[in-house]
């Protein structure tokens, strides 16, 4: 506002000092610690709520600069998003090395103990776009950058160890199937529709990976609970310059841990957030998720003996013939300052490799080395996105003679812009460096010139059939369910069929299951299968989520409904027994207010009973007085938190005077030993050890009868 306009006087909106302008607006004014308002070049900004106008009702004027500067930015703040993993969530944190690994390479984040480097990593779902829900059935990107003092490294992977295709070529093909159909614009961020399952039916080598995306692997309880796998084969290189072959994996210390599929389907309702806000809680409250990175090494012998060629990124190694060797940890410990200058503007890329490490001749691995710069150029708008302080080297200089270009924030300095240039010292600029240069591994090449694929990749049936084996019996009926679920979607019955004649050449039981869930009137015959299938591969226990379950509730979340009247002792036991495992505790309320509890105390909430669905715990507790339970049993959201968490098979603790609850909820008769009475304050420690099994898995035939 012009100085002579101000004649009312400075008012307080909280602690900040305002005006009401001539027609009640608010002007919040500078000083003191409020810095001024300024434009992007920096001029002082009087008055941010009017336009400049002639006459007080009069138009707008061209002239307004300050108003068009702002409008033109807004205009453009979008970017495009990122044409898959569109929706990520980005964190900081480090890598420490745990021993010196020089006998088998020479990247230099891995020579010594102890050494951490800073990392940043972004998760991210595949399919959806930028606003779709965290709780898609779908794969999760898994993408760690590590700023060494060689430059940085990439290790763009997902929480699943294979891949769809063998060959980069089928991914545009691939995603627009996955992706929503294109004359309607839906399904969004699901695989549950025709196409999606045409092109899988159509592309039997995608047949390993239809196992692993129709287990709990795509419905992770949160980031933190899943497993990262760097996928392809890649090469270390010693400082000799021996080769030896290295998968990565990433193993969560938290244990892994996933949600039922219903649950999932009622978290995108509940929160669609659900995952992001699960890390940024975490580490906001100082529990640092950590995971392992493990190393499965091998040589040329080993390869040429393993049954599938290890350039085929649809195969795993198994744990159990080759161990993971842990080597270090990374620790996840700080937020993003700005979402969209990290997280958005975050570039991966498989070809970001350092001194040590290179690649194989992996067709997969060769398209994507190709396919990430070229999207980043379009993404970013601009070569130099490597000046984007989350993208830039941290440790390590950049000196070299590329300049120019949109927005270039570093030019080389100096005289020299090229070389060889015989300006000595400074002026001259950077020299090569044969001694720590990125050299790559010198493998021998030849044949003809052909499109084809090897025969060694033709087996596409056993690990797929090798990873259904190794589930635990909960798994497996989870898989024939969401199989039956996603079918079900598909509104082509020749489709469906197709689909369960791969599941013939998998699994006989699975797919008679399936194709009694689909009502198929007719089984159709096996898919003809390139290779026959070897149907005696050994069963691999680290497939299974359940069998490698954390034996802990760290890091887990108690929901608690609770009443007037609860009981303080006994809400005061159960939060001791969660704080003393590392769990959370979270107070579910008929009112965000609260309630005033038996010993007059008032209790605050959390959430609302609506607005927090026991979707969003991993375990409840129903802590009411008499009245509550009353009240509640006649609120169709307390109802469903009951149910739901009876249905999602999560342990239950409740104060007897809960029972009229569970009765309106119908499950007052069919508590089972997962539901667990707690009287006093002693019984809640008891109830927080029975939840390390996080669920009651026994409960889930009874509570699923289609
Ligand atoms: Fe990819 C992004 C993981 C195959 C092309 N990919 C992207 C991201 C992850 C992966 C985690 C998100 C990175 C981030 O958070 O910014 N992609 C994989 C894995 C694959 C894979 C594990 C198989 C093993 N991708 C793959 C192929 C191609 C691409 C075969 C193309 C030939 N991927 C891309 C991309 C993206 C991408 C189009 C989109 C945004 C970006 O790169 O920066 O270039």
Not at 178 to 195: C, L, S, Y
Not at 303 to 322: C, G, R, S, W, Y
Not at 425 to 452: A, C, D, V
Not at 574 to 587: F, P, Q, T, W
């Amino acid at each position: 506002m012009a100085k002579q306009d101000r004649k009312r006087p400075t008012e307080k909106l909280g602690d900040v000092a305002f005006e009401r302008g001539n027609g009640g607006e608010v002007h919040q004014l500078a000083g003191g610690d409020v810095p001024t308002l300024t434009t992007q070049q920096g001029v002082p900004v009087a008055d941010d709520q009017n336009t400049l106008k002639a006459g007080e009702r009069g138009p707008s004027l061209l002239e307004d600069q300050i108003f068009r500067e702002k409008i033109f930015k807004f205009d453009h703040e979008r970017i495009p998003e990122r044409v898959v993993h569109a929706r990520g969530y980005g964190v900081h944190g480090y890598f420490e090395n745990y021993e010196p690994l020089s006998d088998v390479t020479s990247a230099d984040l891995f020579q010594r103990a102890g050494e951490k480097t800073p990392v940043f990593v972004r998760f991210s779902t595949v399919a959806g776009n930028k606003g779709s829900g965290d709780l898609a059935r779908d794969v999760r990107g898994f993408a760690v950058k590590f700023y060494t003092r060689e430059g940085n490294w990439d290790i763009v992977g997902n929480n699943i160890p294979i891949f769809f295709i063998q060959d980069a070529i089928k991914f545009p093909d691939l995603i627009h199937a996955a992706k929503q159909e294109p004359d309607r614009g839906f399904p969004q961020a699901q695989t549950a529709h025709d196409n999606f399952w045409d092109y899988m039916s159509l592309t039997p080598e995608a047949m390993a990976m239809v196992m692993w995306i129709m287990s709990d692997r795509t419905i992770p309880r949160s980031f933190r609970f899943m497993e990262g796998f760097g996928i392809h084969t890649f090469r270390f290189i010693n400082a000799k310059g021996k080769s030896t072959f290295v998968k990565f994996h990433w193993k969560p210390k938290q244990g892994m841990q996933s949600v039922v599929w219903n649950e999932a389907l009622k978290i995108n309702g509940a929160d669609p957030d659900f995952h992001r806000r699960d890390l940024w809680d975490a580490i906001q409250m100082g529990d640092y998720p950590e995971w392992e990175l493990g190393f499965q090494l091998f040589d040329e012998d080993f390869a040429d003996k393993f049954d599938f060629d290890v350039l085929d990124p649809t195969k795993i190694i198994p744990e159990e013939i080759l161990p993971v060797k842990r080597v270090g940890k990374m620790v996840l410990d700080r937020c993003v300052d700005n979402f969209f200058a990290e997280t958005e503007q975050v570039a991966f890329h498989t070809a970001n490799l350092v001194p040590g490490v290179d690649h194989t001749n992996d067709p997969l691995l060769q398209g994507r080395n190709f396919s990430y710069l070229d999207t980043q150029l379009k993404r970013l708008g601009s070569p130099n996105f490597t000046h984007i302080p989350v993208n830039a080297p941290r440790n390590a200089n950049v000196c070299n003679f590329q300049q120019d270009g949109h927005m270039a924030m570093t030019n080389p300095k100096g005289r020299a812009n090229y070389e060889p240039n015989s300006w000595g010292g400074e002026m001259g600029g950077p020299r090569e460096n044969p001694e720590r240069g990125f050299r790559s591994h010198p493998t021998e090449i030849g044949g003809e010139k052909r499109r084809l694929r090897a025969e060694s990749f033709s087996d596409h049936y056993s690990q797929a059939r090798q990873f259904y084996v190794s589930q635990t019996e909960v798994e497996q009926g989870h898989m024939a369910l969401a199989l039956t679920f996603e079918l079900s979607k598909v509104e082509t019955p020749a489709i469906r069929s197709r689909v369960v004649s791969h599941l013939l050449n998998i699994d006989e039981e699975l797919a008679k299951k399936v194709a009694k869930g689909l009502r198929l009137e007719t089984m159709p015959a096996p898919a003809p299968a390139a290779r026959p299938t070897k149907m005696d591969l050994a069963k691999s226990p680290a497939l299974s989520i359940l069998m490698n379950g954390p034996e802990s509730f760290k890091g887990r979340k108690i929901g608690v409904l609770v009443s007037d009247g609860v009981d303080a002792a006994l809400l005061a036991g159960l939060k001791k027994a969660a704080k003393a495992e590392g769990a959370m505790v979270k107070i579910v309320a008929p009112m965000i207010g609260g309630v005033t509890a038996s010993d007059g105390s008032l209790v605050e909430g959390d959430e609302k009973v609506d607005g927090g669905p026991s979707v969003l715990f991993d375990a409840v507790a129903v802590l009411l007085s008499a009245e509550g339970a009353a009240t509640l049993a006649k609120e169709p959201t307390a109802k469903d938190f009951v149910s739901d968490a009876f249905a999602h098979c999560k342990f239950i603790a409740y104060s007897p005077e809960a029972m009229p609850l569970f009765e309106k909820a119908g499950i007052a008769d069919d508590l089972d030993e997962g539901c667990m009475e707690i009287g006093a304050a002693g019984e809640a420690a008891g109830f927080v050890t029975m939840c390390r099994k996080l669920r009651h898995w026994k409960r889930e035939p009874m509570v699923k009868a289609v």
